[in-house]
């Protein structure tokens, strides 16, 4: 384990917990979030959050947040027993396979490239101001001009690490995608996409030519995770031939 995370075990369940600099940056104050939450009782729930707490308390944290599976009542109980906020809902959804993708009209693909360093403000900008979902975004604790930064530096971080494309139509930057392909080659986690308001009619194009993208690097599934309150996107990955995994609740606590 390195300095900033922690794994926490007690008999009948566990929790990874990390710090993430990244939000802090964009938020200003120490962050961290339990990445795992895995209980049998309510009882090792409230446990394992109070030393989470704990661990939080000694890395100067100030909100600590997590997701938890919705099917599980005991996470849930031990999160409301311990004072957290359940602040948003978020599905998982995935697809095997590319048969049955939409047909695109040529004049409406959008090309994917590599991200220039031209492209990278108006990429920013369009999280920062189309993106309207998230874990920060609908919390209602946090200042949308916050949230939206934090959206924004994620796109920065994702250009950085190479994880990010350019989606570009008519010669104009009309959105991106960003996706990580497991080392195996064999499963895509699609990470963000997005198509700028202005070309909102692009978005059903962009979504189908990455995943043609994948299909044609012999990628055989892919999933992603969605906010549940952006039917929009939910609708979009219907029509794509998702299928719907699992929900999860967000929650967080200032401490």
């Given at each position: 384990?390195?300095?900033?995370?922690?794994?926490?075990?007690l008999?009948?369940g566990?929790?990874?917990v990390?710090?993430?600099?990244w939000?802090e940056?964009?938020?200003?104050?120490?962050t961290?979030?339990?990445?795992?939450l895995?209980?049998?009782?309510?009882?090792?729930?409230?446990?394992?959050?109070?030393q989470?707490?704990q661990?939080?308390?000694?890395?100067d944290?100030?909100?600590l947040f997590g997701?938890?599976?919705?099917?599980?009542g005991?996470?849930?109980?031990?999160v409301?027993a311990?004072?957290y906020?359940?602040?948003?809902?978020s599905l998982t959804?995935?697809?095997?396979g590319?048969?049955g993708?939409?047909?695109?009209?040529?004049r409406?693909?959008p090309?994917?490239?590599?991200?220039?360093?031209?492209d990278?403000?108006?990429?920013?900008?369009i999280?920062?101001?189309d993106?309207?979902?998230?874990?920060f975004?609908?919390?209602?604790?946090?200042?949308?001009?916050?949230?939206?930064?934090?959206?924004?530096?994620w796109?920065g971080d994702l250009v950085q690490?190479?994880?990010?494309?350019?989606?570009?139509?008519?010669?104009?930057v009309v959105g991106?995608?960003?996706?990580?392909v497991?080392?195996?080659g064999r499963?895509?986690d699609?990470?963000?996409?997005?198509?700028?308001a202005?070309y909102?009619?692009?978005?059903?194009?962009?979504?189908?030519v990455?995943?043609?993208?994948?299909r044609?690097r012999?990628?055989a599934?892919?999933?992603t995770l969605v906010s549940?309150a952006?039917t929009g996107?939910?609708n979009?990955?219907?029509?794509?031939?998702?299928?719907y995994e699992s929900t999860?609740f967000?929650?967080?606590?200032f401490?």
């Open positions: 384990m390195s300095a900033g995370t922690i794994s926490l075990e008999p009948g566990s929790a990874d990390r710090l993430t600099p939000d940056r964009a938020l200003g104050m120490r961290a979030e339990i990445v795992r895995q209980v049998d009782t309510t009882e090792t729930a409230v446990e394992l959050l109070e989470a707490e661990w939080c308390a000694g890395q944290v100030r909100y997701r938890f599976d919705a099917a599980c005991p996470a849930k109980a031990g409301l311990t004072g906020a359940i602040v948003e809902c959804l995935a697809r095997n590319f048969d993708l939409p047909a695109v009209p040529e409406m693909r090309q994917l490239r590599d991200v220039a360093a031209d990278i403000e108006e990429l920013k900008r999280a920062r101001e993106f309207h979902h998230g874990r975004l609908e919390d209602p604790a946090i200042g949308r001009d916050l949230a939206a930064a934090r959206t924004a530096n796109v690490q190479g994880l990010m494309r350019t989606a570009e139509s008519g010669g104009r991106f995608h960003a996706e990580r497991a080392a195996d499963h895509a699609l990470i963000l996409t997005g198509a700028t202005r909102a009619v692009l978005a059903l194009p962009l979504w189908t990455a995943l043609e993208s994948l044609d012999g990628v599934s892919c999933s549940a952006n996107i939910v979009l990955y219907a029509k794509l031939g998702f299928r999860l967000g929650f967080r606590k401490i």
